[in-house]
Structure formats: C-alpha cells, structure tokens
C-alpha cells in the first residue's frame, strides 16, 4: 500500500539552528515525492518537488531510495519558515493524478 | 488569474443534512480533484475530475459524489452528513506533475 509517513507532530527550533523535517514512503514504483507548505491564514503551496532538484527558500531534500525517505532541510532556520509541512507522493498514471499526504510536521520557529 | 477558487469559506450543517461545495480550478486546467483533510490530519485524496467524468476515487462511500461542468468548474457533494464529515475540503486542479490547491471550504456538522 501507498504511504507517507512524517514521525514528528510538532519541530521547535530556534532561529538560526538547523532543520530537518523526516518523511518516509512506502510505494512499489518509482516514486515522485513533494514538499507542501500551508503558512498561517494561507492556502496549501507547493515547496519543492524532488525530480526538481532545487532550492527553495534555503530548503532542500534529497530522495533516498534505499531508505524511502524524502527528508526536508534546511542549514538556518528563520522565524518565517514556521508553518505546517506536508510531505507528499505522487501517483501518476492511467490519465490520472492524485497525491498521498503525510500528517503534516508543524515547525516551530522561536526568535 | 485568482488561483483556485472554492465557495463558500465556511459552512455549517447538521447531521442528515445533504451539502454542495464549489471550485473554480486554475486558468487554463482542466482536471479538478478534491481533498478532505480532517483535524490534525493531512489531506486525504477523494475523486479526481477530468472531461465531465470521474477519472480516480479515493477510499470514501457513495455518500461523497462530484460533478464537472463544461467550463471545467466542479461541486463535490455529500449527502446524508455524518459528524465524521467535519473537515476542510480542499479543491486542486492540475497542471502536468503538479497540483494547485485552493483555500479550503471548512464545513461543520453538528
């Protein structure tokens, strides 16, 4: 079966100290992984996507296959990078495409 | 182009009760899918529209039925509500490998 999984409810950093947000995967096939991001009052966006293989707002993640994890960093974080994240798969074919959410990370950045 | 649109923002009704809730997709997108995310929870993906037809369904009962107009916009409706229903309904339409999401319709049971 096709799953996400993100271990950690809540992340509370300091600004400044690094950040890591955990995702792993469970899928047969070639995966596509996402980052989503929802700020506060803002609708759900995406972050970053792996087949990219950019960096967006100073985040980065690198699939692993060997271990199916998609892990989210960042070397310093800042005060506006608090918010929900959501990590994603992405199921394409037949015509069709539809995305497979983790629970979400809340990250926490304190001044 | 304003995005993804859903009306209405917020919505409360009771159980029994039958709901419609809209989307507008994205400029120039013609496949409409939508999301329930519950409390606490990430989104959970329950049909997906494509050419006035539904193309992919999630694991959610009959109960949750949609609906894709000529001009691409789409209604998600649930009939017989369930307090379980309770939760932001999420609209996103699709560009090649890509989703974008609208802001949510947060409807309420009680």
């Known amino acids: 079966a096709q799953r996400v999984t993100q271990p950690e409810k809540l992340l509370s950093v300091f600004k400044g100290a690094p950040v890591e947000l955990k995702c792993n995967y469970s899928?047969?096939?070639?995966?596509?992984l996402f980052w989503y991001v929802q700020y506060s009052r803002q609708r759900l966006q995406l972050l970053l996507r792996?087949?990219?293989?950019?960096s967006i707002k100073g985040f980065t993640a690198d699939l692993n296959k060997g271990e199916t994890s998609f892990h989210l960093k960042k070397p310093f974080a800042q005060e506006e990078d608090s918010a929900m994240y959501y990590c994603?798969?992405?199921?394409w074919g037949g015509g069709y495409n539809k995305l497979i959410f983790g629970a979400g990370t809340r990250l926490a950045v304190h001044p | 182009d304003a995005g993804v649109t859903q009306s209405p923002t917020h919505l409360i009704k009771t159980r029994g009760q039958q709901v419609t809730l809209r989307c507008s997709p994205k400029?120039?997108?013609?496949?409409v899918s939508w999301y329930q995310q519950a409390l606490g929870q990430g989104p959970q993906f329950i049909f997906q529209?494509?050419?006035?037809?539904?193309?992919q369904r999630g694991n959610f009962p009959d109960r949750f039925s949609g609906h894709q107009f000529p001009n691409y916009s789409s209604e998600l409706n649930v009939n017989a509500l369930l307090l379980g229903d309770s939760a932001l309904y999420l609209c996103?339409?699709?560009?090649?490998?890509?989703?974008?999401f609208g802001p949510g319709t947060r409807l309420t049971v009680t």
């Open positions: 994603a798969l992405g199921l």
């Open positions: 899928y047969s096939g070639s995966p596509e």
């Open positions: 792996h087949i990219s293989r950019e």
């Open positions: 400029s120039g997108h013609d496949t």
């Open positions: 529209y494509y050419e006035e037809e539904e193309r």
């Open positions: 996103a339409s699709s560009s090649p490998g890509e989703q974008y």
